[in-house]
């Protein structure tokens, strides 16, 4: 198959998929980060959602005024970009700095980190464990929202393709490995 073609592609994986709050609408969630005076994290495993919620909130904030300054720290990427200290230098109230990945900070390096946010009217984190921030929502996963994910992407599902169920077990939770063996499985399809 096509890469073009293939259900499971990034970028349409990307622009179908949105992370969904089980319990509140994004309106509800930006209240609910209000309340919690714009600092707060969003916490989960690997593949639950995270980055995705991260990303949707930081464009409805941009939406309501704010300037959203966004870092993502990949695994095992323990220190903060070069340019960050000039970037906080500008920092003001009508800013949040978004952090995907905060648990690659050791705990010095996130103690400076939220020193040079102090300035900005919030910050946002990813984390995989509680406690750098207030809770303000843990992502979590189910075979069966992957189930749901897989129908949307893919309505006329392959019978050869793997059970969901398997994927979900396979990959631990983690739906975006679950969808990436997906898309390999159909990369792999004769044309």
Known sequence: MKARENPFRTERVLATIRY??????????????AALGYRAAI?????????????????????????????RLATDDRRLPDEWPSRTARLGPRDIVCLDGAEQLSAIAWLWFRWRARRAAGLIVTSHWRGRLPLLIECTTSADLLERIVRRLSPAPDTDAPLVVDLFRRHRGNLRDALRELYDFHAAAPH
């Open 20 to 33: 969904t709050c089980p319990d509140a609408g994004l309106d509800t969630l930006i209240a609910r980060l």
């Open 43 to 71: 916490v989960g495993p690997h593949g639950a959602g995270k980055t995705t919620l991260l990303e949707d909130l930081g464009r409805a904030l941009q939406d309501r005024g704010f300037r959203i300054t966004s870092m």
